[in-house]
């Protein structure tokens, strides 16, 4: 694939932060959309921005933690936006809490949206790209990967296990052409700060900032098809994990 030819990618979690980041740096890039996220003002509004690159933007408001749909739905996207090229999953949530305290319910919410819903779109587009013996797969993971963290146990499992997720994809999919990168950045300032499952205090000025992390999503990107960036592990320069 060069980079002159017409791509097509499918960003979930594209509404805000890392996700709204590479939606726009991708459209920059002559990268054509399709955006899925909960928040259908907030994907119209990111769609409206990238329209302004001359690319060509379909908005698709999915709940993917509702995960026994999500393969039907992103099945139908990839079949609408085809022939897609990308497939950037990004959506997930964080949560802080003790391992000992906390309940099954909260525990199945972050492995559903952070792992299983990941495979369920990996699953939605996998066939398409065997087909077309081509195709890129960004799974967003986090350092919390690599390291853990007292109090974000079930986050690091989910990003841990994203992690083994990726590793194993590539294994299988290498000789159908289909290449699979991992991006682990460290902190991001990013709404997932304000949610009510994470409870932190960190400074985040020194955090990386979603447009830092989204030009390496890209990089990666547009790394020509007969190599691999298998795995990228970004951290702010300040040393702010």
């Known amino acids: 694939m060069t980079l002159n030819s017409e791509r097509r990618a499918l960003i979930t979690g594209a509404s805000s932060g890392i996700g709204k980041a590479t939606a726009l740096a991708f459209a920059e890039a002559g990268i054509h959309l399709a955006l899925v996220s909960r928040s259908q003002p907030q994907l119209e509004a990111v769609a409206e921005i990238a329209r302004q690159f001359g690319v060509k933007v379909q908005i698709y408001p999915i709940d993917l933690s509702a995960v026994a749909q999500v393969r039907s739905q992103i099945e139908t996207i990839a079949a609408e936006f085809s022939p897609l090229d990308i497939l950037v999953n990004n959506a997930g949530m964080g949560y802080t809490g003790s391992l000992m305290?906390?309940?099954?319910?909260?525990?199945?919410?972050?492995?559903?949206?952070?792992?299983?819903?990941?495979?369920?779109c990996i699953q939605g587009v996998l066939p398409r790209m065997r087909e077309r013996k081509q195709g890129t797969i960004i799974n967003v993971a986090s350092i919390a990967a690599h390291q853990t963290f007292p109090g974000w146990g079930a986050y690091c499992v989910s990003k841990s296990g994203l992690l083994a997720l990726s590793k194993t994809l590539a294994a299988e999919e290498r000789a159908n052409g289909i290449r699979v990168i991992t991006v682990?950045?460290?902190s991001v300032n990013t709404s997932l700060w304000d949610t009510d499952t994470v409870n932190a205090d960190f400074d985040r000025s020194m955090m990386l900032t979603p447009e830092v992390v989204a030009q390496s999503i890209l990089y990666a990107t547009l790394v020509p098809h007969q190599a691999v960036v298998e795995e990228l592990i970004l951290m702010p320069n300040a040393g702010t994990f």
Do not use: A, H, K, Y
């Not at 305290?101 to 369920?120: A, F, P």
């Open 184 to 186: 682990s950045p460290g």
């Open 101 to 120: 305290e906390m309940s099954l319910t909260d525990w199945q919410r972050v492995i559903d949206l952070n792992v299983t819903s990941v495979l369920q």
